[in-house]
């Protein structure tokens, strides 16, 4: 099992930043890939970002050169930098897991084996 809890969320003014974080603790093996997800009222949930064990990132182009996501060498913390914030990026974010490798496919929600309950990221105009 994997046990995964997200801060930093908030509101903030379009063009503004915020840093998301996740702590995850548990079994080291099923996370070889971490995620970002968000999901918006009435829409699907979606991926944002995405890194592998080995370093190796994926970023939805809605939010690519504006995101990044970094997690440090023992996989325990997951970060998400957010700059240029748009009011579309108004969202419930989530931090998952994934017991396989991702590498370089960006894969779908459906095959992430862990959440977290996540963190509201709210943008105004």
């Known amino acids: 099992q994997v046990q995964l809890l997200e801060s930093g969320g908030g509101s903030v003014q379009a063009g503004g930043s915020l840093r998301l974080s996740c702590a995850a603790s548990?079994?080291?093996?099923?996370?070889?890939?971490l995620g970002w997800f968000r999901q918006a009222p009435g829409k699907e949930r979606e991926g944002v970002a995405q890194?592998?064990?080995?370093?190796?990132?994926r970023y939805a182009d809605s939010v690519k050169g504006r995101f990044r996501i970094s997690q440090d060498n023992a996989k325990n913390t997951l970060a998400l930098q957010m700059n240029s914030l748009k009011p579309e990026d108004t969202a419930m974010y989530y931090c998952?897991?994934?017991?396989?490798?991702?590498?370089?496919?960006?894969?779908?929600?459906?095959?992430?084996?862990?959440w977290g309950q996540g963190t509201q990221v709210t943008v105004s105009s």
């Open positions: 890194i592998g064990s080995d370093g190796i990132t």
């Open positions: 548990g079994d080291y093996y099923s996370r070889n890939c």
């Open positions: 998952a897991a994934r017991r396989y490798y991702c590498g370089g496919t960006f894969y779908s929600p459906a095959t992430f084996n862990f």
